[in-house]
């Protein structure tokens, strides 16, 4: 997994791509309190987890992997522990 930050607001967290439509995400600390867009969805949820991916989170994420900064990954499920 590589750590990646987000344009907009600079949460960090560690990706990997697994195909075009295919992201894995691992946040480094709570969601919420480190993404204005998390914290929203996290509202109210029973998980603490964002039902759904900040889009400037996302949209750095592709940007990354389309730049080859986020290489795509032969793996077929994540490595936990691995931080390139």
Do not use: N
């Amino acid at each position: 997994m590589f750590r990646i930050s987000c344009d907009q607001c600079g949460t960090a967290v560690l990706a990997e791509k697994y195909s075009p439509r295919h992201t894995s995400v691992q946040w480094l600390g709570d969601a919420g309190e480190q993404c204005p867009h998390a914290a929203a969805e996290t509202a109210g949820s029973s998980t603490g987890s964002p039902r759904q991916l900040c889009p400037a989170l996302h949209a750095t994420i592709d940007g990354a992997a389309r730049d080859g900064v986020l290489p795509m990954t032969t793996r077929t499920e994540p490595t936990p522990g691995l931080l390139a």
